[in-house]
């Protein structure tokens, strides 16, 4: 069979096209923003893709697809599954007609995310299954599976991968193509998929009916391996961190002892809720289990649950016990300390080997750069941040930042995001601040497409309200932090159609701002005159950046500093956290021509003309 | 195999039977293509691949690392630490990063040319680069020469071709040239086999 090199995403998107979705839509978000960029990529005929203008919106465009009987997917992380979670509750009330499925990534770390939510806790309380791939081809395998659920209960299911599912690769065999269902087409059903008190009322029981069908029945990607008749310890695993058990279980063997570990019983979990026979066959005379997860405790608690129910005197052991990390990715190298504790083996150190704890590393190293992400150089957010900065000098002035590139604008030496909360919430926050502290000047920075998907609101509130804001649209004519997805104020869509661009300016307009100024925000002259008369004038003022992203278009020629002219100020250095621009070994400035973009900030800010174009510069020196 | 019968298959490798290529480097590097390119020619040579990536916010001048493993039935998408077989550094002070993932005896290739990070501090890579050379047996190679004679954006693939000078993958440059020509739009693919080729040579073997 046909084996492909597939990212996680990649062995979704390919299971998606593979068991029919006629309708795939979502919202960017690391990490599962490349599953709907690859089946539009792969785009066969008959699959309709879109990124919507936020989760909520996506989730309800395949809501509609789905009830119509089109088998439809949507795709976010799993903060957006926040936004999305009005529509998802109650489409589990009226139900779908073809197959729904839910992607929503999780990022235990967080690697790239606000917070550490748990989908799988999510889905219990939206009272939904929730399906937990381990690896790529396991993700691959179970959208096909996952269609056929929600189709079988005729509600949305859930598909959570996590970051080490989403973004690992795997030599993945494709399931065939499953024959296309006829879609139906919508029958208006007496009101069946209008929601009223009564007919929810009438569809809770159903609805609970269902889990406890799963509950009995759904064994798929759950199973027991390991000594069934003498076990005394078992470990339950779920989601990437089933294969740390297994790695940590080779390191095991190899460190002699393989006996101990043929001797434990192991339950992989692949799906929330599971059938309850299988954690009752798991659990049949042991003292103790130990559970490995990431997020939240949900196998461990649904483990301590089993024990209640079937009287059972067993430890659990896991996150409530502190053996596992209350925060973070499980690693293998802790894995192997757990299990060694959790079985009583020496840390896992063969001891007769001389093997010790520790690194084997022969010296002190020395100190290791720190490097937190940053705005990339030639970035047109730098010159916005730069501009409002040195416009609000000396003036009591709140940044309130948003989700999305420009939130590394609060790195220093830009500092200037003195507030993060959720996609749109700076525009919100800031009129709040305002309601609090009157005097200071309160700046809301947002980028286009975090505008488009929460900010609008914040928007028409403020002039409502009549907020006392500045509003800063950061415009860079993409979503770039996840990647460059297209969003409603460009001219394409995800299919590559032409798209009516929506116009950020005519929209602000249309909503009432009280003031609106463009500005090329590499023109800092410009740049800080709209910041300072915006700061001093009055209501819902709202200042447009409009300036590429550094990634959608093409490099300009790098600069380059004459030393003859650099009299070692730092300004450029040290004001605008170019990673292009570093202090040489003399403290003069210097350029790395491979990172320069040549946008040419840097020129503006220096004072002795010391920096040029790099053809100038040869002729210069 | 269908993945949902995985569960009955007892795991018989051993470790001798794969191989583990970590990358590492600064975002922006080109870590994710070296790691595809691997990836790509382990499969044509016959090898099951399994690996991981960074993707997302830490690709913005941050330190990234993609992990590669070939060979049969390999559990975690993520090297163990002291079991990478190979180790691309494109970045001296991200070599040290790397060190505890090297196993005894691994090859370990490095770029000497410094990225200094955007939040100032004393870091110039020059500790770094010094270290690796009195406690291991790293080979640096030179980043102003690749840049001179390959381009800009070539260090990760003439890094590619040192490493695969030293014996250290499991396929050959037939198999590496030909995941490139998959993975590059074709304007750059001769760019891209003129850096690996200047690698192999720098390397002298």
Known sequence: ????????????????????????????????????????????????????????????????????????????????????????????????????????????????????????????????????????EEACAMVADAFACSEEIGRPVILRPTTRVCHSYASVELPPELPRRTIEGFSKDDGRWVIFPRLAYKNKPAIEMTLRRLSKELTLYSGITGDFARAKKGIAAGGVSYRYVLEAFEILKERGFGDAVKNIRVLKIGTIPFAEHLGVRFLDGLDEALVVEELDPVIEDALIRLCGLYCKRIKIRGKGTDDLPLAGENTVEALVKTISNFLDLNNGLNAEAGEKQGRDIPAETPALAIRPPVLCAGCPHRGAFFAVKEAMAGRRAVFSGDIGCYTLGNAKPLDMVDTCLCMGAGITMAQGLDRAEPDAVQFAFIGDSTFFHTGV????????????????????????????????????????????????????????????????????????????????????????????????????????????????????????????????????????????????????????????????????? | ???????????????????????????????????????????????????????????????????????????????????????????????????????????????????????????????????????????????EDIIKNCGARSVNIALLGAAAALGAFPFGFNEIEAALAEKLDAKFLAMNIAALRYGAAITGK
């Open chain 1, 457 to 621: 609101s914040g928007l028409i509130n403020a002039v409502y309200n009549g907020a006392d804001v500045v509003i800063v649209i950061l415009d860079n004519g993409t979503t770039a932090m996840t990647g460059g997805q297209p969003h409603p104020g460009m001219t394409r869509t995800l299919m590559g159609l032409r798209a009516k661009q929506v116009s950020i300016y005519d929209l602000v307009k249309g909503i009432g701002a009280d003031d609106i100024r463009r500005v090329d925000p590499f023109d800092t002259a410009a740049a800080k005159t709209a910041a300072a008369r915006a700061a001093d004038l009055k209501g819902t003022r709202v200042i447009i950046f409009e300036g590429p992203c550094v990634n959608i278009v093409p490099k300009g020629n790098a600069l380059t500093v004459l030393s003859a002219k650099c009299r070692n100020c730092g300004i450029c250095v040290k004001k605008l956290g170019c990673p292009a621009i570093s202090a040489g070994a003399d403290e003069k400035a210097v350029i790395d021509a491979t990172l320069c973009t040549g946008c040419g900030l840097c020129r503006n800010v220096c004072r002795f003309d010391a920096i040029v174009s790099r053809h100038d510069g040869e002729v210069a020196q």
């Open chain 2, 1 to 143: 195999m269908n993945p949902r019968d995985s569960l009955t298959q007892p795991l018989t490798r051993t470790f001798a039977e794969k191989t583990n290529c970590l990358i590492t480097g600064v975002g922006g590097q080109g870590t994710v293509l070296a790691a595809r390119v691997i990836g790509t020619a382990a499969m044509a040579a016959g090898f099951d691949v399994r690996g991981s990536e960074t993707i997302g916010m830490a690709q913005r001048g941050g330190s990234v690392t993609s992990h590669v493993r070939m060979g049969k039935d390999i559990a975690s998408p993520l090297i163990p630490l002291g079991r990478a077989d190979v180790i691309l550094a494109f970045e001296p002070g991200e070599a040290l990063r790397a060190i505890d993932f090297l196993k005894p005896g691994g090859v370990f290739v490095v770029c000497d040319r410094p990225i200094i990070p955007a939040v100032k501090g004393d870091y110039d890579g020059s500790a770094a680069a010094a270290w690796l050379k009195e406690h291991t047996g790293a080979h640096f190679v030179s980043g």
């Open chain 1, 1 to 136: 069979m046909l084996k492909k090199l597939l990212m996680g995403n990649e062995a979704i998107a390919e299971g998606a096209i593979r068991a029919g979705v006629v309708v795939a839509t979502g919202y960017p978000g690391t990490p599962s923003s490349e599953i709907l960029e690859t089946i539009a990529r792969l785009r066969p005929g008959g699959v309709y893709a879109e990124w919507s203008v936020n989760e909520k919106s996506a989730l309800e465009v395949a809501a509609g697809a789905a009830i119509a009987g089109a088998r439809s997917m949507v795709t976010m992380k799993q903060v957006g599954l926040n936004v999305a979670s009005d529509p998802l509750i109650n489409l589990n009330y009226i139900g779908v007609k073809a197959g729904m499925v839910v992607v929503v990534a999780d990022d235990p770390g967080p690697i790239s995310s606000q917070n550490e939510q748990d989908t799988r806790r999510f889905g219990q309380f939206a009272k939904l299954a929730v399906f937990d791939p381990s690896t790529p």
